[in-house]
């Protein structure tokens, strides 16, 4: 069973920093671009940020670049999402995808194959 399952979430204050993974069980990322999503309360899921296949090359959204950083081990299978400066506005249930794209990451929806559930990340003091 192909299943994607994300991790790290959890409270944390404005200006923290939070790293979420994203672990693949039942395949192997190594054929897969990943990108991370996320949904806020009352609004549509909206994309994040994403990595090739090779790892070589990222995208991220305006809302966090310079802040967020994407990164891929092959090895343990995973993809990681690390986030500084954390503001409420990054309040929302984060999502990681597969997309069987090898050319190159987008980061839209229809582009994914495979979703994980999600992990919480509220920001608050």
């Known amino acids: 069973q192909l299943q994607l399952v994300e991790s790290g979430g959890g409270l944390v204050q404005p200006g923290g920093s939070l790293r979420l993974s994203c672990a693949a069980s039942?395949?192997?990322?190594?054929?897969?671009?990943i990108g991370w999503f996320r949904q806020a309360p009352g609004k549509e899921r909206e994309g994040v940020s994403c990595?090739?296949?090779?790892?070589?090359?990222?995208y991220y959204a305006d809302a966090v670049k310079g802040r967020f950083t994407i990164s891929r081990n092959n090895a343990k299978n995973t993809v990681y999402l690390e986030m500084n400066s954390l503001t409420p506005e990054d309040t929302a249930v984060y999502y990681c995808?597969?997309?069987?794209?090898?050319?190159?990451?987008?980061?839209?929806?229809?582009?994914?194959?495979?979703w994980g559930k999600g992990t919480q990340v509220p920001v608050s003091s």
């Open positions: 995808a597969a997309s069987t794209n090898q050319a190159m990451c987008v980061i839209i929806r229809q582009d994914y194959n495979y």
């Open positions: 039942g395949f192997t990322l190594d054929y897969y671009a």
């Open positions: 990595i090739s296949v090779s790892g070589t090359t990222t």
